[in-house]
Structure formats: structure tokens, C-alpha cells
């Protein structure tokens, strides 16, 4: 074979040297798994944290739609104004059920206002002799579209329940559960009495609601309510015509500080002008913060995951340098029969990325799995929340794997580059 040049005898393709560097990979297992130690460590913390926090915002997001949606301010009463941590004086307005009607017929972008009762938990029992404790609740026609409660058996209030103060109720899963087991309470009278010496009154069950579950806000069960017209609720227990609180429920697309601002002019408008009384809450404010405090922590374990990537790579480095120093005379062997550089090149270069590659996979398998062990952990720790959700989105994935394989660009480079410049016969020379 005197015409055959050595660029004959070592015709190599492009793919070939990526798969003798993946073969180097497989052929040192142990020091392949060392060495992407690090990385798989990194991302998984990282993905783990990513996901738990995830879980964490959709419970929040989850209860506040138990609790009505996002879209609402809650108005609240003030009983007495303070300076400087200082007593001045007692407020005299109080909200009405008045107020509520001008609120949804004046203010823009308002869809429907319900009123906050004061909390009652009174003893209900039915004719049978079952006796439960539950939270007495009084409330208009729209509770049930404003809080997205849906009506399991029977109905709700009609505006002419509140109008006229009937003795009617519909009672929570759970209660309903409790009074009349698999039996229908449709029909049925019921008797709740608020304390011992308060006497029993008698309300005759229209409605039987969906089971909604615990809320994060209150103690007990959102099941575990009975509600009342608040016209009945008003006159049999509280005994006023006054209201705690006024929730507002507005439009999607309305700014929520001109809600404010237009229920407060008519607040004012309504009261004297006065408006000492008034305090607000946004539960979208705490989907903000929830939000902002995600952002920071994502970015702290950023950091120390990226100073957790650095070193490992410097460790992957390390590890592609002495490959190159093992496999020194077969380097010079495979120039000298016509091998290029860029072959030589890509075939270290393939053995880095590899490397930080299965450690990307890994690690977000790991995390995965580590998220799963710590939501059980949580569900534990918070006995309120049934289930902890996993929520791992495709980006951060994605994102994982590109800096996985950036990582072993990055780190591969300069080894690679000095195997490729490696003279022939120096290579050849070398003892190993």
C-alpha cells in the first residue's frame, strides 16, 4: 500500500471521536460518578427547593380560592384609633347591610359585595338527639358564588330568604354528615342554640354544600359551617344591624386601589364623611410577597448552587486532565496515522460534557425524589394541608440540562484544547 497516505489509513467522521470519549465515560464508572458528585448534588438541591417552594405557592394560591379568589378587598371595621401607640378615641360608624347594596349599585368594577358577621360557634342538633358544634355564619345570596361554593343538594338563599329573615339554613358536608349520616337533610329541622343559656331556635335545612376542606386562615374546617340569612342571623344572635366586615369581589381587569378608592367615597358619602373606621386587606398582596420571597430565595440557592457547580467543574477539569495525561501515546498514535486535531478536540471535549451531562440527569431526578420525601415530611409538619403538591415547571428543567451541558463546555475546553495541540512524536516519546 505504497500510495496510501496516513490520511487514508485513519479516516475518522465526526461522530466517531464523541463516541470513544462516551466509551472513556463508561470504561471509568467509579471515577465518572465522583466526578459528577457535585453537579448532581447542585441541581438537585437546587430543582428540590425549586419544587417545594412551587408546592408551597399553590396551597396558597389554592386557599385564597377557597376563601373567594384573588380578585377582592376585604373591608374591615376599626373600633378605636391609636397614635403612636397611643389610645385617642373610639370610632362611631359601623357597616350595614345598607352599604353593601350601595357598594355594588355606585362603585365601577365592582361585581357583588358580601358581608363579614362576627363568628359564631353554637350547638346544633336535630330531632333524633345528634348534637355537633359548628360555626354559625350569616350571609346574602351572592355567599355562594362569591366564596366559588358550589350547592352539593338542594339550594341556596334566593334574595327573598334574606328580605323576609327566614328560618332556613344550609348546612356544610361535614356537619350534614354528622346530623343525619346517609339520611337526606333536605327538609329537616335542625335547632342551634349559641350558648346554654340562649334558647334554641329552629331552622328548617334547604341545602347541603360541596366539601371544600380546611382553610390556612381558620382553625376549623370550612365544612364545619352553617349558614343563615344574615337578616335571621342578625336578629336571632347578633342582635344588631351592624356587620364586622364587608368583603368586595371586583373584575379581573379593574385596579384594585380604584375599588378602594371609590367603596371608601361611598363609605364616606353614607357615614358623615367619616371614615376613621374604615381598614382594608388585599389578598393579592400576600400572593406578592409570596412571590417576591421565591424570587429571593431561588436567587440565594442560585448562588450557592452556582459556587456548588464552579468547584465541581474544576473537579470535572481536573479529572479530563489526567485523561489526557493517561491516554498521551495514543494520542501521538492516532496523529500519526492521520487523526486531526479537531478530532482529538471533540473527543475530550465529548468526555466533559458527558460527564456534567449525566450529572444534570440525575440531579433532577433526584430532586424530583427528594421533593416527593420532603412534601411528605411537610404534610406531616403541617397537619392542616392534606397533600403538599410537587411542582417542577419545564423550564427549570430545561434550564438545568443547557447549564448541565454549558458547564461541561466551559470546563472541557481547556483540556481538550491541550490534547488537541499535542505534537505527534512529544506524545509518542511520553512514558506513562
Known amino acids: 500500500m505504497r500510495g496510501c497516505s496516513c490520511e487514508t489509513l485513519y479516516s475518522m467522521k465526526l461522530y466517531d471521536p464523541i463516541i470513544v470519549g462516551i466509551t472513556s465515560v463508561q470504561q471509568n464508572k467509579l471515577r465518572a460518578a465522583l466526578s459528577l458528585l457535585g453537579i448532581f448534588i447542585g441541581i438537585a438541591s437546587v430543582l428540590c427547593m425549586i419544587a417545594i417552594g412551587g408546592g408551597a405557592k ?145 331552622y328548617r335545612v334547604i341545602g347541603v354544600m360541596h366539601p371544600k376542606g380546611r382553610s ?25 344591624r351592624y356587620i364586622e366586615g364587608i368583603i368586595v369581589f371586583f373584575k379581573k381587569d379593574a385596579d384594585v386601589h380604584n375599588v378602594i378608592n371609590s367603596v371608601k367615597y361611598v363609605l364616606r358619602k353614607r357615614h358623615r364623611g367619616k371614615d376613621d373606621f374604615i381598614i382594608y386587606w388585599i389578598p393579592k398582596t400576600n400572593l406578592e410577597r409570596l412571590e417576591h420571597i421565591q424570587k429571593v430565595i431561588q436567587i440565594a440557592l442560585g448562588s450557592i448552587a452556582g459556587f456548588s457547580l464552579f468547584v465541581s467543574g474544576i473537579g470535572i477539569m481536573n479529572i479530563c486532565l489526567v485523561s489526557v495525561g493517561e491516554k498521551t501515546r495514543e494520542i501521538g498514535l492516532r496523529k500519526s496515522v492521520g487523526a486531526k486535531r479537531i478530532h482529538i478536540f471533540w473527543q475530550f471535549l465529548t468526555e466533559s460534557i458527558a460527564l456534567c451531562f449525566c450529572g444534570g440527569i440525575l440531579g433532577i431526578i433526584g430532586g424530583w425524589l427528594a421533593a416527593h420525601g420532603m412534601a411528605r415530611v411537610a404534610v406531616r409538619i403541617v397537619q392542616i394541608v392534606p397533600e403538599w403538591p410537587v411542582v417542577l415547571s419545564l423550564p427549570w428543567i430545561l434550564t438545568s440540562i443547557i447549564f448541565s451541558v454549558f458547564m461541561g463546555v466551559s470546563f472541557g475546553v481547556y483540556p481538550a484544547m491541550l490534547a488537541a495541540r499535542l505534537a505527534p512524536i512529544d506524545a509518542l516519546r511520553t512514558e506513562i
Not at 358536608?173 to 349520616?181: H, P, Q, V
Open 58 to 202: 399553590e396551597i396558597v394560591i389554592k386557599d385564597i380560592e377557597k376563601l373567594g379568589g384573588a380578585n377582592q378587598v376585604q373591608f374591615w371595621t376599626l373600633t378605636a384609633v391609636w397614635e403612636r401607640g397611643r389610645f385617642v378615641r373610639r370610632t362611631t360608624e359601623r357597616y350595614t347591610l345598607e352599604d353593601i347594596y350601595a357598594i355594588e349599585a355606585e362603585c365601577p368594577g365592582v361585581l357583588f359585595a358580601l358581608p363579614k358577621t362576627e363568628t359564631y360557634t353554637g350547638s346544633v342538633s336535630n330531632r333524633q338527639g345528634s348534637r355537633v358544634r359548628a360555626i354559625v355564619e350569616g350571609v346574602t345570596a351572592d355567599y355562594a358564588q362569591g366564596m366559588h361554593w358550589q350547592v352539593q343538594h338542594g339550594r341556596f338563599f334566593s334574595q327573598d330568604d334574606i328580605d323576609t329573615a327566614r328560618q332556613v339554613c344550609v348546612l356544610g358536608s361535614d356537619i350534614a354528615t354528622e346530623l343525619f349520616n346517609d339520611a337526606s337533610p333536605l327538609g329537616q329541622e335542625v335547632k342551634i342554640r349559641y350558648y346554654w343559656r340562649h334558647p334554641a331556635v329552629r
Open 216 to 240: 390556612l386562615r381558620i382553625s376549623m374546617s370550612l365544612d364545619d359551617i352553617i349558614c343563615l340569612p344574615l337578616t335571621t342571623h342578625q336578629q336571632r344572635f347578633s342582635g344588631t
